[in-house]
Each structure stands twice: as structure tokens, then as C-alpha cells.
């Protein structure tokens, strides 16, 4: 049996089944990522929730995992070497895990960096502006009266939903046939954007036809149904 005492996320939500890889998380664009991976890979895992709502992402615990506490954050017990690893921030994750099946990611090396460059799109472009939109939108930041930043981050997400629209043109998912990381990392902020976040009509959705098809195919897939609500709201 894996042994996770050298983890102190592991005495306040204990494993009980610490041979499978632990994953700490909430149901967010960036924790779905991982939970939907999970589900597409089919590799064994216990879910964690980590109640943001409460704070419980910058206890201690948590951030000896993740310093920069946000979620996710995993333990692999089953590591490189058989030791046990773990990880923060998503894209990592994701990459973590690919390379460790040899699944959603191309077997060809300049396939599979153009796999990565679309999930760094994500993590430095469409996650940050979606998120700032949500802000301005829905939550706190529509409270400002100068709707000069909402109206910044309502331009800046058309555009890159324009780029993704010009990609996915012609194509199943972003590397063409290959359902891939890329895809993964991306459905859960398209969906938040214009269901979560109410955002559908503020950036013009509908006009991107092509993205439109990717997020219905995507959302279709049994693995993102189920990944959307791991771990369960307690």
C-alpha cells in the first residue's frame, strides 16, 4: 500500500484508497480539466472536493501541495520510478498525465508539440480573459460603474474565440481527428463563458459556428458529462 504520510494535504483529506491517484479539485473550468482527463484515460483515482466557497484551498495542508492555492492539485503514488509525485496547476497535470498513459496527446513529436502550444493557449490567454469576464460580468466587477475594463475583456475573449473558430474550421477537434488535451483544456472554460458566466450574447457566440459544433461534440463525450461533476459538491 502507497504510503502518503509525507504529504500533509494527505492527513486532512485522508486517501481511502491511497493507492490510487488522489485528486483535489472542485467542479471549476481548470478542476474539470482533470477529472474529465481521468475519466477519458480511465485511470483509477479518488477525488477530493476542496471548498473554495470556505477557503480551504489556502489552508496549510493545501498549500504544501500547491503554494499558489488554487486548484487542482494531484498525488500520484505510482510516480516516475514508482515514487510517489505531486503536482500543481492544471496544464502540468494534464501533460502529466498524457505522458504517463500515452493517451490524448499524438505520438508524433511535432504533433505533440502542437498539442502543447494550444493547451498553453489556454492556460495564458483563453483561462485569464474568460475568468476576467466572468468578473466584470457577473459577479463583483459589474458593480463598477466604468465599464471600460468589462468592455476590454469582452473584446480580447471575441478575439480569441475568433481564433479558435478559425482552427477548428474544417476539424473535428483542435488537432484535427485526435481528440487531445488541447480539446480538454479548453471545453470547460467555453462552456463557463456562455452558460456559467451568462456570457453567450455579451461575446457574440453565436457567430462562431465551428466552435459552437466542437463544444456540443465535446460536451457529448461520457467522460465530460461525468468529469463536469467530479468530485461532488458536498
Do not use: C
Not at 82 to 92: Q, V
Not at 171 to 179: A, E, G, L, Q, V
Request: hydrophobic share 45%.
Amino acid at each position: 500500500m502507497a504510503d502518503l504520510s509525507a504529504f500533509p494535504i494527505a492527513s486532512r483529506w485522508p486517501a481511502k484508497h491511497p493507492d490510487q491517484l488522489q485528486l483535489y479539485s472542485a467542479t471549476t473550468p481548470n478542476g474539470v480539466k482533470i477529472s474529465i482527463a481521468l475519466e477519458e484515460i480511465g485511470l483509477p483515482y479518488e477525488p477530493h472536493l476542496i471548498n473554495i466557497g470556505k477557503n480551504e484551498s489556502w489552508t496549510p495542508e493545501f498549500l504544501s501541495l500547491n503554494p499558489n492555492g488554487k486548484i487542482p492539485a494531484i498525488i500520484d503514488p505510482d510516480g516516475p520510478g514508482g515514487a510517489p509525485i505531486g503536482l500543481f496547476e492544471s496544464g502540468a497535470i494534464l501533460l502529466y498525465l498524457a505522458e504517463k498513459t500515452g493517451l490524448l496527446m499524438p505520438v508524433d513529436a511535432a504533433r505533440r508539440y502542437e498539442t502543447i502550444q494550444w493547451v498553453f493557449f489556454q492556460m495564458a490567454a483563453v483561462g485569464p480573459m474568460f475568468g476576467q469576464v466572468g468578473f466584470f460580468h457577473k459577479f463583483a466587477g459589474r458593480e463598477i460603474a466604468d465599464k471600460r475594463p468589462l468592455e476590454r475583456y469582452r473584446d480580447e475573449s471575441r478575439r480569441l474565440l475568433g481564433v479558435l473558430d478559425v482552427r477548428l474550421k474544417g476539424r473535428k477537434w483542435i488537432m484535427d481527428n485526435d481528440y487531445t488535451i488541447a480539446d480538454i483544456s479548453l471545453l470547460g472554460w467555453v462552456r463557463n463563458l456562455i452558460g456559467f458566466y451568462e456570457a453567450r450574447d455579451l461575446v457574440g457566440f453565436d457567430d462562431f459556428a465551428n466552435l459552437a459544433a466542437w463544444l456540443e461534440r465535446g460536451l457529448a463525450r461520457p467522460a465530460v458529462q461525468k468529469g463536469l461533476t467530479i468530485p461532488a459538491r458536498g
